[in-house]
T-cell receptor, first 114, second 112 residues
Framework: KAGVTQTPRYLIKTRGQQVTLSCSPI?????VSWYQQTPGQGLQFLFE???????NKGNFPGRFSGRQFSNSRSEMNVSTLELGDSALYLC?????????????FGSGTRLTVV | KQEVTQIPAALSVPEGENLVLNCSFT??????LQWFRQDPGKGLTSLLL?????REQTSGRLNASLDKSSGRSTLYIAASQPGDSATYLC???????????FGKGITLSVRP
């Protein structure tokens, strides 16, 4: 079966711009989570969506937002980009709540802000 | 607040050695623990998932154990190979939150 698909794989943006990242979960998975990975902070949780509702949110500024569509695909948006937003953004899908069946990650989107 | 620690940050071993990677967490009220592997510039590959009621899980040359009461997990890799070189991360789901809390990872290098 197809895995978690993230697009695009690479992005270069200028400070102040906004960006939208996309994640298509494994078919049948209704939970989609987003994580930011940087060398200094490691992997940090951004937010989780389940059945189109944001169920959990990490400690990130309001410039980071997301949404989930009825087909479980999710998008993440970052507005007014800052240099510190440069990171690998990873999406994970799960069949149910609390990751009972574990999480499957995509290959990530590498965002570079210049 | 859950905190996950993985020490050391890096490890180099000769090929063929059996090794143990350690993971500790501060809050024992976990739902499960998952070990991942990450190759440079890539996403995370799930290795093993251990539910809070389980003591261990095995997959091929990998064995992961969980001791909830002491807040520890170990990943045992038997007969290590150069292809095992990667960063290994452990992560837990705690309480009612449906989110993973990650350690910083252990970067493993297996020398031929």
């Amino acid at each position: 079966k197809a895995g978690v698909t993230q697009t695009p794989r690479y992005l270069i943006k200028t400070r102040g711009q906004q960006v939208t990242l996309s994640c298509s979960p494994i078919s049948g998975h209704r939970s989609v989570s987003w994580y930011q990975q940087t060398p200094g902070q490691g992997l940090q949780f951004l937010f989780e969506y389940f059945s189109e509702t944001q169920r959990n949110k990490g400690n990130f500024p309001g410039r980071f937002s997301g949404r989930q569509f009825s087909n479980s695909r999710s998008e993440m948006n970052v507005s007014t980009l800052e240099l510190g937003d440069s990171a690998l953004y990873l999406c994970a899908s799960s069949l149910g709540g609390q990751g009972v069946y574990g999480y499957t990650f995509g290959s990530g989107t590498r965002l570079t802000v210049v | 607040k859950q905190e996950v620690t993985q020490i050391p940050a890096a490890l180099s071993v000769p090929e063929g050695e059996n090794l143990v990677l350690n993971c500790s967490f501060t809050d024992s009220a976990i739902y499960n623990l998952q070990w991942f592997r990450q190759d440079p510039g890539k996403g995370l590959t799930s290795l093993l998932l251990i539910q809070s009621s389980q003591r261990e899980q095995t997959s091929g040359r990998l064995n992961a154990s969980l001791d909830k009461s002491s807040g520890r997990s170990t990943l045992y890799i038997a007969a290590s190979q150069p292809g095992d070189s990667a960063t290994y991360l452990c992560a837990v789901v705690t309480g009612a939150n449906s989110k993973l809390t990650f350690g910083k990872g252990i970067t493993l290098s297996v020398r031929p």
